[in-house]
């Protein structure tokens, strides 16, 4: 029995060695008997038969605790508890009265093994065959096996199930345009935010036009893509607000035939101040726009200026020309004029505008000089520069320019022609 049952491989652990040291250090008492050659009871016999499972089991039982025992250690802890916990059972029938019940030790993880002397439990064993208890222990290991197998399968297929279900969920997200949209446009998340899809189209442009002021936009007068502000460069112009605009609407939304319209030559507008951050109103010391051109979106009619967040076409005063004329007035040698009579010249990186009248005035004036006033011309032309470079409402100051000519102009032929 003693050889059936043994071990034969040895714990890995320092630990486990050191507590399997203290049990063999104690004699058998079966050799003890063999020494004295003493006759013993078939009583006796198998209490020496059940402290030799019990020791065994005590080594396996220190070999689980540090988690060195092999697959064929376990099984036979395994067969051994069995083995003693059915001779339990029957002493407990008989009355025996045993201190422990090793029933409800864990078989099957080491950290579940609670301390040696709480497992196996000093008992004397019954009249019940050896092969009865073998029977009885393989039965126990085919049930905790079918568990086992069970458990394994049971977590096999809850994680089957978990990854096709997030396979499943990849592919959705992956086959909804919609996400494949606000995944390659990061801003477009913040313009679709709170918007109602079931709402009618018009409505839904409302709301979209609405949320553009919420994109912390820079607007520079500087043209950039409609698509770049919808990945995180959040500046530009007018048309880049409109093209993104467009993008949205018909790509997201799926609103069909919504349009760029435009502006093509310079024109100076009324429009008030945009409410986006960069630059203010740029003529006339913020009194007013002049732009080179400008764009906005439309749908159905409507119209979606974007920049000034506007459902109006902006009021414009045209330029005649889409390149600027010359002149030796201006402070940079150039200017535009509108179709409602004004002079549009720049100034730093800054327009003044000045009434075409009077510019038409100064330039005649100048011409009719130029045969009596050659030599002082230069410093005309130079303080007619300084008034116009002043801007704001300069006409009395041409007026008062003019007639100081004029009045030196006369007093000059007067010293020449006295009486």
Not at 14 to 36: G, L
Not at 191 to 207: A, N, R, S, Y
Not at 333 to 362: A, D, I, Q, S
């Amino acid at each position: 029995m003693k050889q059936r049952l043994h071990i034969s491989k040895k714990a890995d652990s320092s630990a486990t060695v050191s507590e399997e040291a203290q049990f063999q250090s104690h004699p058998s008492t079966h050799k003890t008997q063999q020494q004295t050659n003493t006759p013993v009871s078939q009583t006796e016999v198998e209490n020496q038969e059940f402290q030799q499972q019990q020791l065994e089991a005590t080594k396996l039982a220190i070999q689980a605790k540090h988690g060195t025992i092999t697959p064929e250690g376990q099984t036979q802890l395994t067969l051994l508890q069995a083995k003693m916990n059915d001779v339990l059972h029957r002493r407990v029938e008989q009355g025996a009265g045993f201190c422990h019940n090793l029933e409800n030790i864990a078989l099957h993880h080491p950290n579940s093994i609670p301390s040696v002397q709480a497992k196996l439990a000093i008992a004397q064993p019954g009249d019940k065959s050896e092969q009865q208890a073998d029977q009885v222990a393989r039965i126990v290991v085919n049930q905790i096996n079918q568990k086992t197998i069970q458990k394994q399968d049971t977590s096999q297929t809850a994680t089957s199930q978990s990854q096709q279900s997030n396979v499943e969920e990849a592919n959705n997200n992956l086959a909804d345009p919609k996400q494949i949209f606000l995944s390659n446009y990061a801003v477009a998340k913040e313009l679709v935010h709170g918007i109602d899809e079931t709402l009618p189209q018009e409505k839904i442009l409302e709301q979209l036009l609405h949320n553009f002021k919420n994109i912390s936009f820079k607007y520079t007068m500087n043209y950039k893509q409609g698509v770049t502000l919808l990945k995180g460069t959040r500046e530009g112009d007018c048309r880049t607000l409109a093209e993104a605009f467009q993008t949205v609407a018909q790509e997201y939304f799926c609103i069909k035939n919504v349009t760029i319209a435009q502006i093509k030559k310079p024109c100076l507008s009324e429009a008030p101040e945009t409410l986006y951050q960069g630059r203010k109103r740029n003529c006339d010391n913020g009194k007013r726009w002049f732009f080179q051109n400008h764009y906005w979106a439309t749908w159905n009619n409507t119209v979606y200026d974007v920049l000034f967040l506007s459902n109006k076409r902006p009021e414009v005063d045209m330029a005649r020309q889409e390149s600027p004329l010359k002149s030796i007035f201006m402070p940079e040698g150039e200017y535009f004029e509108t179709e409602k009579g004004k002079v549009v010249y720049p100034r730093n990186h800054e327009y003044l505008t000045v009434e075409l009248g009077m510019f038409e005035k100064l330039k005649n004036f100048v011409n009719n000089l130029g045969r009596w006033l050659a030599r002082d011309m230069s410093e005309i032309i130079n303080q007619i520069k300084k008034l116009l470079s002043r801007g704001g409402n300069n006409n009395s100051d041409f007026e008062s320019l003019m007639r100081e000519v004029q009045n030196n102009r006369t007093n000059e032929i007067n010293s020449k022609n006295p009486n």
